[in-house]
């Protein structure tokens, strides 16, 4: 039976132009893997309504899930949650229990639950809120699509509140053999290997180190015991260390 499937919308001009690293993707990639949903795509797109609403009406339609990071702040160009509601055809405003988060966040803090920190409790019609337990400022669940913010913090917090409620598959394992040996010597075992091993996903990394040229072996699965004896293969095959 194979696992859900899931793809990743990165949002924000910032990205874009090189002014901030992403790393959600990375973190996200990881999480998913742990409880079996196969991450099999990733997007970027600026802060232009269109380019969302696009982009979240092609993922959400090939994948099981869509995870979106980026522009659901109080500023003028977070506009992810207005797209998102447009890419369904669905009504968007502030909700009650949004506000009350929000209100309780800021009653705290001393601070104005002003007009623009209030563009943060914005939902679209029927979506279901995602826990945010550092800003307090919530993400959401529409259908198969997963909003989320772009501060990183905030963004593996609010993976850790939905998670729980996703139904994954089988984890993926991995295993990873380090040869210090270039790919062109090792790439017709390791096609072999990968031909005979084809329930494995084999894959070839290189890299030079002291002017010496190396090149990580990383096998990835399903079945630990497949692994195991597909790894004592390639070692005997090509030397190396595991990792």
Request: proline content about 5%; glycine content about 8%; cysteine-free.
């Amino acid at each position: 039976m194979q696992n859900p499937t899931a793809s990743i919308l990165i949002i924000g001009d910032e990205i874009l132009s090189g002014r901030t690293r992403d790393a959600n993707m990375h973190y996200l990639a990881g999480e998913l893997a742990r409880i079996g949903i196969d991450l099999t795509e990733a997007r970027f797109v600026s802060d232009r309504h269109e380019a969302i609403v696009q982009a979240v009406n092609a993922l959400r339609t090939t994948t099981d899930h869509l995870f979106t990071s980026g522009g659901i702040g109080p500023t003028h160009d977070d506009i992810t949650a207005d797209a998102v509601a447009a890419a369904f055809r669905l009504p968007i405003s502030v909700r009650a229990d949004a506000r009350a988060l929000l209100q309780a966040h800021y009653d705290r803090s001393g601070v104005e639950l002003n007009e623009a920190r209030l563009r943060m409790a914005r939902v679209p019609e029927g979506a279901t809120l995602i826990d945010n337990p550092i800003s307090a400022a919530p993400g959401f669940t529409l259908q198969n699509v997963h909003v989320m913010a772009g501060v990183p913090t905030i963004f593996q917090a609010m993976v850790a509140s939905l998670l729980p409620r996703l139904t994954g598959g089988r984890p993926l394992l991995s295993q990873t053999l380090r040869v210090m040996r270039g790919e062109g010597v090792i790439a017709a075992p390791l096609r072999a290997l990968a031909e005979e091993f084809a329930d494995l996903a084999f894959g070839s990394y290189p890299f030079v180190q002291d002017g010496v040229y190396g090149t990580n072996l990383v096998v990835r699965g399903q079945d630990a015991a497949r692994l195991d004896a597909a790894m004592l293969r390639l070692a005997a095959l090509v030397g190396g260390e595991t990792a």
